[in-house]
């Protein structure tokens, strides 16, 4: 008997000492951090912009994107995905949030929404969307290819556009020294972003007033 009740509070012990250890190990998992991608400061619309209603999205992203972990691109061309960095909602989210309300403070326009939406008034403008490089590569260098289209009602503005009322625009460049912490990433994430905001507020400016390139003539660096 006492040989029986020896064993089973060594098993007993062995046990709480197993629990113990786990619940050690849980206590110093490290914690993880969430990101969302902000609106950077901007200049208040220049006066004349036009007034107009604009759905941005969809956007279509790489698959490392539809992620909630930050992604790197080693240099073997494995992408690594950060467990313990993520983004708050989704990228995609994100995405579209910090471009709407980047185009809506360079056109002074309260009518600008995401991608879906149940806005109450008529879209004249869409913005649709297709990422196939947003990511920081091993050495620090930002790879941006994003290629966007501007659809629009024809005929809008003081000219007419010429042919069907879609512009097709591509963002594409490479972005050195961006730094590997994840508060760098992120930022230069916003920092693109908001050079896109830019370039989509520049484009409807130049459709309303029947500038620019035609319908498929459209392509930036």
């Known amino acids: 008997m006492l040989v029986r009740n020896r064993m089973r509070s060594l ?111 008529p879209i004249e403008y869409v913005v649709r969307l297709h990422v196939d490089d947003l990511i920081v590569e091993a050495g620090g260098d930002l790879r941006v290819r994003i290629r966007w289209a501007l659809v629009g009602p024809e005929g809008r503005g003081t000219g007419p556009l010429a042919g069907p009322p879609v512009r097709l625009f591509v963002f594409e460049e490479r972005r050195s020294g961006v730094g590997g912490s994840p508060e760098a990433r992120v930022r230069a994430h916003e920092a693109v972003l908001g050079e896109l905001a830019a370039r989509i507020a520049a484009a409807i400016v130049e459709a309303e007033a029947g500038e620019g390139a035609g319908a498929f003539g459209a392509s930036e660096g």
């Open 11 to 121: 098993a007993l012990a062995a046990l709480l000492a197993v629990a113990a250890s786990a619940t050690g190990c849980l206590g110093r998992s490290p914690q993880v951090r969430q990101f969302m991608l902000g609106v950077e400061e901007v200049a208040p619309a220049e006066r004349g912009a036009p007034e107009v209603s604009v759905l941005v999205g969809p956007v279509r992203l790489p698959a490392y994107l539809e992620r909630p972990e930050l992604a790197r691109l080693g240099k073997s061309g494995e992408v690594a995905l950060d467990s313990r960095h993520r983004w708050l909602g989704s990228f995609e989210e994100n995405c579209l949030r910090a471009l709407s309300l980047g185009v809506a403070k360079r056109l002074g326009s309260i009518r600008v929404v995401t991608h879906p939406s149940k806005a109450p008034f």
